[in-house]
């Protein structure tokens, strides 16, 4: 019976030191998913400012925070993907976003609109 828990117990571990190592190479060889704090933020700052960032003088809807920005992100997208002159364009009156900046705000949304 002892010798049984023996092997039984060496089993489990070695089971549990493989998933260990699996679980190691899988988030070393895929990206980690964008978030408010590493990706979108710094985005925000840069093209809804000075209107949206209420410490900047800001009267518009608030983006400096993640719930804001969280439950708009179907409406920023929308809006980002408009052309200067639609109605609702947004940044306003500014020029449009760059592909490569439209896709942070997508692939933020498509990787669960995580905080940090
Ligand atoms: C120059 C000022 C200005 C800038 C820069 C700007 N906005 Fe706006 N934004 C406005 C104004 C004015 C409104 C209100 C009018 C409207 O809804 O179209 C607004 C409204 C919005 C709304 C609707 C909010 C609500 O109350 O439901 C969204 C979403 C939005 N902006 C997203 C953005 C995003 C995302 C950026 C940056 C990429 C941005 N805006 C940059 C001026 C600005």
């Known amino acids: 019976m002892k010798k049984y828990l023996f092997i039984s117990g060496m089993l489990a571990s070695s089971v ?4 260990c190592s699996g679980s190691k190479k ?3 060889s895929k990206p980690p998913p964008y978030t408010y704090e590493s990706n979108v933020k ?3 700052e840069a093209y809804c400012t ?7 003088g800001g009267n518009k809807k608030s983006y400096d925070n993640f719930a804001n920005v969280k439950s708009d992100i179907d409406e920023i997208i929308r809006r980002i993907e408009m052309n ?3 109605r609702g364009y947004m940044p306003f009156k500014k020029p449009k976003l760059a592909d490569s900046s439209i896709a942070v705000f997508k692939k933020w949304k498509e ?3 995580g905080e940090k």
């Open 42 to 44: 710094t985005a925000i």
């Open 50 to 56: 000075p209107c949206h960032i209420p410490s900047k």
């Open 16 to 19: 549990l030191l493989y998933n």
């Open 84 to 86: 200067p002159g639609d």
């Open 26 to 28: 899988a988030t070393a």
């Open 111 to 113: 990787d669960g609109l």
